[in-house]
């Protein structure tokens, strides 16, 4: 049970990296493009990098869950 946790753990820190690097490219990414002049196509268009921070959110939601599964299986292995 011990590998199990150890890996659940290992695979929450890979996606939380994951998670930062992509907020980090689409940060990047949105700073680096020029801005719009026309501020209606401002409020409805999507900006350079959207999908990277989206990518990026679901991956630290990932990321959370796994850690909480793991601290709940560690947990539980302390116990019994």
């Known amino acids: 049970m011990r590998g199990t946790i150890r890996n659940i753990l290992i ?3 890979l996606l939380l990296l994951c998670s930062l690097s992509s907020l980090y490219v689409g940060s990047q990414e949105s700073a680096a493009a020029p801005p719009d002049a026309n501020i209606l196509a401002q409020q409805f268009g999507a900006d350079p990098g959207d999908g990277w921070l989206l990518a990026g959110g679901f991956l630290l939601l990932l990321a959370l869950a796994f850690a909480f599964a793991g601290a ?8 019994g």
Do not use: D
């Open 11 to 13: 695979t929450s820190v």
């Open 72 to 79: 709940m299986l560690w947990a539980q292995e302390r116990e």
